[in-house]
């Protein structure tokens, strides 16, 4: 299986001090690679240097459909306690249209039981403004997966594989391959993503696709491996094609 992806859904602007590429030098990088798509995400207000408020209740400036690439306008939000609550409100979500959720040491430092991230992540899946669930495969925060990915699929949110896990979280490494595995048996739709946090990575995912390759996992269920696909999602959810 050789595996190419046609857009990006999880990056990282220098809006988010540890990342390092202005927004034009990603969406020019997505361009090279010949994507269809590339959301934009940088981090919610809970983690340590995120872009203020402003940043993405302005994000209406950026144009759609930019050299050819459709520019998703999001945000990695934040789940900021175990029922689930993500750090972005209604006023801003208004001028967005692409949310990753995640959880992240640095906003929610408890670390919660089984039973704990496994109800955080069934209120996640019923958030209507969610789209992706994003490096869940996080050992810190490890619940049922057996009880919670086919509620994702219920609710239509994206699976990811992330990329940045196999560089820098070694330990989530085994979690991704096993959720990728029930994915792959329950017919769960994923994304992979590169996470990038500079331009040169935008569109690359050696590693998750690797391991993708490895346990045989239908093309099909990659939904940013098919343009055909990634339009479908949209129009389902809502979100303009261009």
Known sequence: MSIKL????????????????????????????GLYALALTDHGRTMPDPPGRWFFENMGIIPSSWMGVRVLKGIEANIIDYNGTLDIDDFTMQSLEWVVASFHYEALKTKGTIDEVTNAYLQVAKDPRVNVIGHSGLERYKYDYEKVIPEFAHNGKLVEINEATFNVRASSIKNCVEIAKICKRLGVGVVVDSDAHFQMLIGKAPRALQMLEEIDFPEELIINANVDRMKKYLSEHNIPLE
């Open 6 to 33: 046609i857009a990006d859904l999880h990056t990282h602007s220098l809006a988010s001090t540890h990342a390092y590429s202005s927004i034009q030098e990603m969406v020019t990088a997505a361009a090279d690679m």
